[in-house]
C-alpha cells in the first residue's frame, strides 16, 4: 500500500461572526501565548545539552508541529471564509444560519441550527452545512419531508419550524 492519501473533500466556506470571532482568538491565542511559551521551554531544554535523550527538548518540538500546523490551518482557513451576517431575503426556507425545528414519525422534536464546519461544535444543537442532516435541510421549505441516509437506514423527517433569529434565553425573575 502506497502512502499516497486521497485529499479531504473541501470544507464550505461559510461561517457566523462568532465562529469567525472564536477561530481568530484560537489563532492569537496560539500565535502570541501558546507558541512563545513552548519556544522559550524548548530553548531551555535544548540548553541542557544531550538532546537525544532529552525528552523535554523531544515533547517541546512536537508541540511546536502541532501549533504551527494549526496556526498554518487557521490563517488558512480564514483567508477564504464568507461571514454570514444577514438572513436570507427567503425566510420561508433552510439557509446557513437558520434554526430548524424538526419532527420524527414518532412526534420527537429536536431543534437545530446550521452552521459550517469550524463552529457545528459551538453549542449543543449546531449542524454542520456538510453534515448529512445539515445536506438534507438545505433550500427546504416549512412541512417538507427530509429523508437521512443514517448508518442502519434512512429517517425521515418532517420540518415544522424555521427561524433566523436567535433563540432567547429566559430572564431571571429579580
Known amino acids: 500500500m502506497g502512502r499516497f492519501r486521497a485529499a479531504a473533500p473541501a470544507a464550505s466556506k461559510y461561517i457566523t461572526p462568532e ?7 484560537e489563532l492569537e491565542q496560539l500565535w502570541r501565548v501558546e507558541r512563545p511559551k513552548v519556544t522559550q521551554a524548548v530553548a531551555e531544554a535544548a540548553a541542557q545539552g544531550d538532546r537525544s535523550e532529552n525528552a523535554e527538548y523531544t515533547y517541546g518540538k512536537r508541540r511546536l508541529r ?8 487557521l490563517r488558512k482557513r480564514l483567508e477564504g471564509m464568507v461571514i454570514v451576517d444577514q438572513p436570507p431575503a427567503d425566510r420561508n426556507k433552510v439557509y446557513f444560519g437558520a434554526w430548524v425545528t ?3 414519525d414518532d412526534g420527537a422534536q429536536s431543534r437545530h441550527r446550521i452552521v459550517g464546519p469550524d463552529e457545528f461544535d459551538r453549542e449543543p444543537g449546531y449542524i454542520s452545512m456538510d453534515s448529512p442532516l445539515g445536506r438534507a435541510l438545505l433550500r427546504r421549505g416549512l ?6 441516509e443514517i448508518p442502519g437506514g ?8 424555521i427561524d433566523y433569529d436567535p433563540p432567547t434565553m429566559p430572564r431571571a425573575r429579580s
Do not use: N, P, Y
Open 154 to 161: 434512512s429517517r425521515t423527517l418532517v420540518i415544522v419550524e
Open 19 to 25: 465562529g469567525e470571532l472564536r477561530l481568530r482568538e
Open 102 to 104: 424538526v419532527e420524527s
Open 66 to 73: 502541532e501549533i504551527d500546523r494549526r496556526v498554518r490551518f
Open 143 to 148: 412541512d417538507e419531508e427530509v429523508t437521512v
